[in-house]
């Protein structure tokens, strides 16, 4: 009889081991795509196997055997073709085939381990760069990340991000052709490359991060599951990369950010906006986590980057016990050196709200009616909502009206048109 919680197994020791046997595959046969084709080969074969005849005992080295038969059946395969070539053109009088190099085959037996405990944390690491490689468009890294790192089927990514699982199966394997063709190989970047490098696998980490803790679609306010899979990778590359501040930085910022979830929501899953919020229900061990994140940034690093400021700045709101109470000057301060190290127009509107906090709505209004008089921001509702906030504190109740009306025109998240819809009735 079935095991029905065979499939369960696969799921668990799937989530926790895709990013080593992957790796290990890439690492044994020299071609990434290969690679994550064998381990999804290997996946499906335990979906099959293991409920009918039980979890094996060493589930992740039964995996990476499957998946190592199946690359010793693609090279036999692709040998006894090299073969026929091989004849083909002696007959023409061309030669010989060209053997050795990435992706010609495994190693000589007993010269390249499949599972070498010493070399995990490279795969690791190596498949982080890999998937989050700059020659790939942003969505197309995200997808292969949260895929051949995270564990992530293709209808998992799709439900994250609301799209068609066909969508995210196309991004998917025009990412590994795109590597392919780029010829980008199975390995940590040297040194001189890994900056650039490492700036590319943290914006992913932060893009998959945002979509989980400000769904930009739906119902949900929050997606749990895909902020929990940033923090669980942010988790990972600190550990592989220990010396990198920003690294760090980025993973305070999310462990302070995620601390906030458990008041952001209210029992019918409407937002509840930072003022409202019940400050005892912010998760303390994460605040911890935190804070303890940040100060490594400080201690291995030179300065705060931009992911170390953002981190600052929500340890500011972590440790107030109430918004009147927070330390806004500060909150200012951060903004202005994060609007110098990565400007952009939500920077600046974010530092319009701290001013407004710090000196008043008429302060930050005025920095709220440059960036519209400069265009920014066009097609998204953040700027009408916090200007329309700004006027109703002021007493300006009908344009603060429009300004609602129009964020509400331009919010495609129905849990934030719900807080708008609460503001415009409160005006009335």
């Known amino acids: 009889m079935a095991d029905p919680t065979g499939r369960e197994a696969v799921a668990a020791v799937w989530r926790i081991e895709s990013a080593h046997i992957v790796g290990a595959l890439a690492r044994y046969t020299g071609d990434f795509a290969l690679a994550e084709d064998l381990a999804q080969e290997a996946l499906a074969e335990a979906l099959v196997t293991w409920p009918r005849e039980g979890t094996p005992r060493n589930p992740a080295g039964w995996l990476l055997t499957v998946g190592r038969r199946r690359a010793i059946d693609a090279f036999r395969r692709r040998s006894a073709l090299d073969e026929r070539y091989a004849a083909l053109a002696h007959g023409l009088g061309e030669g010989g085939i060209l053997t050795g190099g990435p992706g010609t085959g495994p190693a000589p037996a007993g010269t390249e381990p499949l599972w070498d405990p010493d070399h995990i944390d490279d795969d690791v690491l190596a498949l982080i760069f890999t998937a989050c490689h700059p020659v790939l468009s942003r969505e197309a890294r995200v997808a292969l990340t949260l895929r051949v790192v995270g564990g992530l089927t293709s209808d998992e990514i799709a439900r994250a991000f609301l799209v068609p699982a066909a969508t995210v199966q196309a991004r998917i394997t025009r990412a590994k052709k795109s590597l392919a063709a780029a010829h980008v190989p199975f390995a940590v970047p040297p040194a001189g490359d890994r900056a650039q490098r490492l700036g590319s696998v943290l914006s992913v980490l932060y893009l998959i991060f945002t979509e989980g803790s400000s769904a930009s679609s739906g119902s949900d306010v929050i997606r749990f599951d895909l902020a929990a899979e940033a923090q669980r990778l942010a988790r990972v590359l600190a550990r592989l990369v220990p010396d990198e ?184």
Request: aromatic share 4%.
């Open 245 to 428: 501040p920003e690294v760090h930085g980025l993973l305070a910022l999310l462990e302070l950010t995620a601390a906030r979830f458990p008041a952001r929501t209210a029992p019918d899953g409407a937002p509840i906006l930072l003022e409202d919020q019940d400050r005892r229900r912010w998760d303390r061990s994460a605040i911890r986590r935190g804070r303890a994140a940040l100060a490594q940034a400080t201690r291995v690093g030179r300065g705060l980057g931009a992911y170390g400021v953002q981190a600052a700045i929500a340890e500011c709101h972590a440790v107030a016990p109430s918004v009147s109470d927070t330390d806004w000057q500060r909150v200012v301060e951060l903004y202005a050196a994060l609007g110098r190290l990565a400007p952009s127009p939500v920077v600046e509107l974010n530092r319009a709200v701290a001013v407004a906090m710090a000196d008043g709505p008429a302060a930050g209004l005025q920095i709220v009616d440059r960036l519209r008089s400069d265009g920014a921001l066009p097609n998204s509702h953040l700027l009408p909502t916090v200007r329309g906030e700004l006027l109703a504190r002021m007493g300006r109740a009908e344009q603060a009206r429009a300004e609602w009306e129009r964020a509400m025109e331009l919010c495609g998240n129905e849990g934030e048109r719900t807080v708008l819809r609460r503001k415009l009735d409160a005006l009335t």
